[in-house]
């Protein structure tokens, strides 16, 4: 049977638990014919408030990264947005890849994109060659992004 809403595309997107944006955001933003499919990875500890903390948020996530990728691949969705951000720049763009690579894997195919990569080629085509960063992290996460 088509998809009489997700006639265009149908967007799995990644976040954690304890976020209240992005979900709402892409359903704001959607263009008709396209929908968002929330995939949440569980936070035990959702605290923010050391550099500790936050190694340990980004751990219960990616400890949960199968189970959310899972819940949402049933619904066959064309792309992967991963709706997080710091997990995605540890490593550099090569991490961010090989990130991107393992959802890819989890879903048997399905494109993903991640912020990182998406910013790179943003700045790729803008043929921007400096920017600013305004973090909202801990430390241990604004040593990631940079």
Do not use: K
């Amino acid at each position: 049977m088509p998809d009489a809403i997700g006639y265009r595309a149908n967007l799995a997107v990644l976040i954690p638990s304890t976020n209240t944006v992005v979900e709402a955001e892409y359903n704001q933003m959607a263009p008709p014919g396209v929908t968002i499919h929330a995939g949440r990875m569980y936070v035990e500890h959702p605290a923010l408030d050391s550099n500790e903390a936050t190694v340990q948020l980004l751990a219960d996530v990616r400890a949960d990264v199968p189970r959310a990728v899972r819940d949402v691949v049933t619904l066959r969705p064309d792309h992967v947005v991963m709706g997080m951000s710091a997990p995605t720049f540890y490593g550099g763009l090569a991490g961010c890849r090989a990130y991107e690579q393992e959802i890819r894997e989890l879903t048997g195919g399905v494109p993903v994109t991640s912020g990182p990569a998406a910013l790179v080629r943003a700045l790729d085509v803008l043929d921007v060659q400096t920017i600013a960063v305004l973090s909202p992290y801990q430390p241990s996460n604004d040593e990631q992004v940079v």
